[in-house]
Structures are given as structure tokens and as C-alpha cells.
């Protein structure tokens, strides 16, 4: 099997890309690279500069935010999740560390290429604005937890 081929195969397997035909997965292929990752080795890093989106094809990532407490992990992402691409959207340094928790694949899609995608293609913008928008959810889910925490220690006080 060719290595773009395999790519193609790649790409079909996540769920952004799955109902785009052979003929458009093949330009995504030549605007990304497959990159594999070891376990405890970081994807991304909170405060650099974006210059990439990561879709996961195989294998799981921890997302973890530095605060003064120290990192505090926010999400856990599987295949065909899409990270990274918050800091190209808002042209803001990255959001939080991405850092693998098993060995794993993911699609490196450059910043120009992305955003490229997006416009030529409204089903992955689509895909992309549903899964930035169930982080939110999950984001303000956990917000209302830890406020009713420290409202609920601060009363035993």
C-alpha cells in the first residue's frame, strides 16, 4: 500500500473527515503530516504560539491548564478529536498543554492549511464548531462544580 494511500485511509478512519470524498482526502493528506507521539511526550504547550491543529487518529491525550495550584487536567482526548485549534481561530498563544497518555497518531495540519480546510470545506468547519462547542459546555460544567466547591467549603468555615 502507498503512503498516500494509506493516509487517505487514515484520514477516512476520523470522524471529521469521514464523509469527504477520496478525491478531497487526498488534498488533506498532502496538507498534513501523520506524526506518532509516545506516551508522556507533549503535543502542544500552553502560552507558545499556535502554528498547528492536531486531529487525534489513534490513542488518547491528556489537555491540562498551569494554574498556581499546579496543572490541573481538563479534558482527556480519543480519536478524532481535534485539538490546537483554538490559538489559529483567535490568533492567541495556546490555551493549555496537550501532552500524550499513550502512544498515539495524529494529523499536524499547519495553521494556513487549516484554516484553508475550514473554507473549503463546511462539513469539518462544522465538526470543528461542535466539538469546540461541547468543550465549552464541559468547561462550564466544571466551573459551576468548582464554584459550588469553595461555596461549600466556605460555609463550613
Not at 31 to 52: E, K
Not at 144 to 154: D, E, F, I, K, P
Given at each position: 500500500?502507498?503512503?498516500?494511500?494509506?493516509?487517505?485511509?487514515?484520514?477516512?478512519?476520523?470522524?471529521?473527515?469521514?464523509?469527504?470524498?477520496?478525491?478531497?482526502?487526498?488534498l488533506?493528506?498532502?496538507?498534513?503530516?501523520?506524526?506518532?507521539?509516545?506516551?508522556?511526550?507533549?503535543?502542544?504547550?500552553q502560552?507558545?504560539?499556535?502554528?498547528?491543529?492536531?486531529?487525534?487518529?489513534?490513542?488518547?491525550?491528556?489537555?491540562?491548564?498551569a494554574?498556581?495550584?499546579?496543572?490541573?487536567?481538563?479534558?482527556t482526548?480519543?480519536?478524532?478529536?481535534?485539538?490546537?485549534?483554538?490559538?489559529?481561530?483567535?490568533?492567541?498563544?495556546?490555551?493549555?498543554?496537550?501532552?500524550?497518555?499513550?502512544?498515539?497518531?495524529?494529523?499536524?495540519?499547519?495553521?494556513?492549511?487549516?484554516?484553508?480546510?475550514?473554507?473549503?470545506?463546511?462539513?469539518?468547519?462544522?465538526?470543528?464548531?461542535?466539538?469546540?462547542?461541547?468543550?465549552?459546555?464541559?468547561?462550564n460544567?466544571?466551573?459551576?462544580?468548582?464554584?459550588?466547591?469553595?461555596?461549600?467549603?466556605?460555609?463550613?468555615?
Amino acid at each position: 500500500m502507498t503512503l498516500l494511500k494509506s493516509e487517505i485511509d487514515l484520514l477516512r478512519s476520523v470522524p471529521i473527515f469521514a464523509g469527504i470524498e477520496p478525491a478531497r482526502l487526498k488534498l488533506i493528506a498532502f496538507t498534513s503530516d501523520s506524526i506518532a507521539y509516545r506516551a508522556g511526550q507533549v503535543i502542544c504547550r500552553q502560552g507558545q504560539p499556535g502554528d498547528a491543529a492536531y486531529v487525534l487518529v489513534d490513542g488518547e491525550a491528556d489537555v491540562s491548564v498551569a494554574t498556581e495550584a499546579g496543572d490541573y487536567l481538563v479534558a482527556t482526548l480519543r480519536s478524532g478529536d481535534v485539538v490546537g485549534e483554538i490559538s489559529i481561530l483567535c490568533d492567541t498563544p495556546r490555551t493549555a498543554t496537550v501532552t500524550a497518555r499513550t502512544s498515539l497518531t495524529a494529523l499536524r495540519v499547519r495553521k494556513e492549511s487549516f484554516l484553508q480546510l475550514l473554507k473549503q470545506f463546511p462539513e469539518i468547519a462544522a465538526e470543528v464548531m461542535r466539538g469546540l462547542a461541547e468543550r465549552l459546555t464541559h468547561t462550564n460544567e466544571e466551573l459551576v462544580r468548582a464554584r459550588n466547591l469553595a461555596a461549600s467549603r466556605g460555609g463550613e468555615a
